[in-house]
């Protein structure tokens, strides 16, 4: 594999199309450079970057002027994309027919050995095998949880956090719905940032908290039975977007606010934008307990923790606290935001709030008076144009700010940042990464991976060398290497905590566009999986997975780190048990019934139960078998139910019989030859 160490300089004149043309031809010209493409050369201003993403997105598509013609004007300031942009884009596009793309991607799709689509050779896990890792991927808007198996990239599971969901019985049973109303009772969510608990910075594998985006809500995931056990609905704020914990040791979870709504947002202040405020939220990771907010200007975005405790940093957009799209991007600057949570928490012992909602609310916006003096409890860090994702290098030295709008990161040090006077002199590098940088991961030889967005590229840089280097300097890149296409988050393994792997990274990739066979008009997103561990080779792609829409961020943990129950422990539910033997059913009075009972191959404790019309009838089922993987459910049709049962576990329902007639109970996981006669007929008798 020849990968070309400094393939920067004809970066920007690039497009899809190009590069399909290049996968294609396996055997095209990869050194020739590409300098006199269009003009889209230099993408400081939001113009560029936008008119160089949609030219993309418009060359990719099969007939250019029609797909632009359709697409709707965007609201920037100063521009408007109409058909003559597209036009120019598509003439672009054709000069730059035949041009090379980045030489690694040739190799890696052209020689066969290897090929990027099933993965196979040295990083594939043959069937029986085990994967290294655990990839735990949110689910975006399906509201869930995927684990997948790291390098095989085989799904392995699905844990339903914010949505009801029939297979695992997720708010079907008493417990699952109570979870589930208590978290607001909606049907469902945005899951975007998935963070495995630690301990002295290394994955415990107790916890997986996940955000709620959509209805602002912090979800917690027990990672030995792989279930939801709380999700908490956080009062003043609208999307809960960043999710991470304090660290070391998992002493705190934060959402990170990120819509500006008024506090309470209880009517008032509807149209006043000036009232609206943005709150970073502090959880209890054992209670999942709000214990404070804190307000700020600006929307935030995303966070992540220092590894020391001391801070917490979120980037932000809309410094401008502007409502409209052209509002929100005027500004050239935006802010990271360092909260310092020991000063926090002296300013909520010492009374420093305002109770809303039944939370202290510490007032972290830049005029606040807890900001000034030498101990400021948020401290604003000046970075380029709407800054997307942040990460803490693994030696904790650096916060990386990733530009989105800007072509830089931005290279913060954490120990400066309680030093320095003014805020901006904690920045100690800001190289020039590519275009539309959002996520940053590490390795453990000190190299960062951003995703650039518009470029739809991996860039791997070297952070030290971009402190060293001037800012806007290119000098600290190492690669890039073409992904598939405009990717969002990246990850890597073990990238979040303070001993990366340094073998594995997975690009989520928003777009899959041709990689797959057609399944109309809604595609599949494109997540793909780089083995990093070789930097003389480079990196390799390794397999492209097609995603159910969508993954954001992920969590990869070392298979060691995490242990799953393989039965249920009877002692950890909170329903007892009920044996063989020990079934009843009891009228409790003239409209209610209780039943206990068991289910094993290839039966019910009860082969037909009979209630009245309109009684409430509450069944409480254990599953009595020892042997794992040996699951029944229970489904009763009718009245909407469907109890996953594994083994030992026990579950309860509630409902009422409304509806004269026979059901027959069923168990909806085939558990053994005789599964289909797992039946108990349910009798509701008509009352007179
Ligand atoms: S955000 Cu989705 S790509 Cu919610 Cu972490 Cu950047
Ligand atoms: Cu039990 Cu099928």
Not at 388 to 400: K, M, R
Not at 478 to 504: F, M, R, W
Not at 659 to 683: N, Q
Request: proline share 6%.
């Amino acid at each position: 594999m020849t990968t070309d160490p400094n393939p920067t300089d004809d970066r920007e004149a690039r497009s899809d199309e190009q590069r399909d043309d290049a996968t294609e031809t396996a055997s095209g010209t990869g050194d020739e450079a590409a300098d006199d493409g269009p003009e889209i050369v230099d993408g400081r201003t939001v113009e560029h970057l936008i008119t160089d993403h949609e030219r993309d997105i418009a060359a990719t598509a099969e007939g250019t002027d029609a797909t632009a013609a359709r697409r709707p004007n965007l609201e920037l300031p100063r521009l408007e994309l109409g058909r003559r942009d597209f036009m120019k884009a598509g003439a672009a596009v054709g000069a730059m027919t035949g041009l090379a793309g980045c030489t690694s991607v040739l190799s890696d799709e052209g020689n066969g050995s290897d090929g990027s689509s099933g993965g196979s050779g040295e990083h594939s896990v043959a069937p029986g095998e085990h994967d290294e890792y655990y990839g735990f991927l949110s689910g975006g808007h399906t509201g869930e949880i995927r684990v997948v198996g790291i390098p095989s990239m085989r799904e392995l599971m699905r844990i339903p956090v914010f949505q009801t969901e029939s297979a695992r019985g997720f708010g079907h049973d008493a417990k699952s719905s109570e979870i589930l109303e208590e978290g607001g009772g909606y049907t469902w969510g945005d899951t975007h940032h998935p963070r495995v608990s630690q301990t002295d910075n290394d994955y415990d594998g107790r916890w997986l908290f996940v955000n709620d985006k959509a209805n602002g809500r912090m979800a917690r995931v027990d990672l030995e039975y792989f279930e939801t056990d709380a999700i908490t609905n956080v009062p003043n704020s609208q999307a809960v977007h960043g999710a991470c914990m304090q660290l070391p040791d998992t002493q705190l979870v934060f959402g990170v606010g990120e819509f500006r709504v008024p506090m309470p947002n209880d009517g008032r202040d509807v149209d006043d934008p000036d009232a609206y405020g943005s709150v970073l939220t502090a959880i209890d990771p054992e209670t999942m307990d709000v214990e404070w907010q804190v307000e700020v200007d600006g929307n935030m975005d995303n966070g992540d923790g220092g590894k020391e405790g001391r801070w917490f940093f979120a980037t932000g957009y809309n410094s401008e606290e502007g409502v409209t799209q052209g509002e929100m991007t005027r500004s050239d600057r935006d802010y990271m935001k360092a909260f310092d949570i020991p000063a926090i928490w002296d300013a909520v012992e010492a009374g420093n709030y305002e109770e809303i909602s039944g939370v202290p609310v510490v007032d972290g916006t830049m005029d606040s008076s807890l900001n000034e003096g030498d101990r400021p409890v948020v401290r604003y860090v000046p970075t380029p144009k709407s800054p997307h994702g942040v990460s803490v290098t693994p030696d904790g030295n650096y916060a990386i700010a990733s530009g989105k709008l800007d072509p830089t990161c931005t290279v913060i040090g954490v120990e400066e940042i309680a030093e320095v006077d003014d805020p901006a002199d904690a920045i100690l590098g800001q190289p020039r990464v590519g275009m539309g940088p959002l996520h940053t991961a590490y390795d453990d030889r000190g190299h960062a991976y951003t995703t650039l967005f518009i470029d739809s590229q991996v860039v791997k840089w070297d952070y030290e060398a971009a402190v060293e280097a001037d800012p806007g300097s290119e000098e600290p890149i190492v690669e890039k290497h073409d992904v598939h296409y405009n990717p969002g988050h990246l990850i890597a393994s073990e990238s979040y905590t303070a001993s990366p792997q340094g073998d594995y990274l997975v690009s989520l990739n928003k777009l899959s566009k041709d990689r797959f066979l057609p399944v109309g008009p809604i595609h599949p997103e494109n997540d793909q999986m780089f083995y990093i561990g070789d930097d003389d080779a480079g990196m390799e792609l390794v397999k492209d997975k097609p995603s159910y829409p969508e993954p954001h961020d992920a969590s990869i943990v070392h298979k060691d780190k995490i242990e799953p129950a393989k039965t249920w422990d009877p002692s950890d539910y909170d329903l007892d048990f009920v044996p063989e033997g020990e079934e009843s059913f009891e009228r409790i009075d003239d409209s209610t019934v209780e039943i206990e009972m068991w289910a094993r191959r290839n039966e019910y404790a009860f082969p037909e139960v009979t209630v009245r019309e309109g009684d409430e009838v509450t069944i409480r089922i254990s599953n009595v078998e020892t042997t794992s993987d040996v699951i029944h459910s229970i489904a009763i049709p009718e009245y909407d139910i469907n109890l996953a049962l594994a083994p030992q576990d026990t579950r309860e329902v509630t409902f009422t019989a409304d509806e004269p007639g026979v059901y027959w109970a069923y168990c909806a996981y085939f558990c053994s030859a005789l599964h289909l006669e797992m039946r108990s007929r349910i009798l509701v008798e008509p009352r007179e």
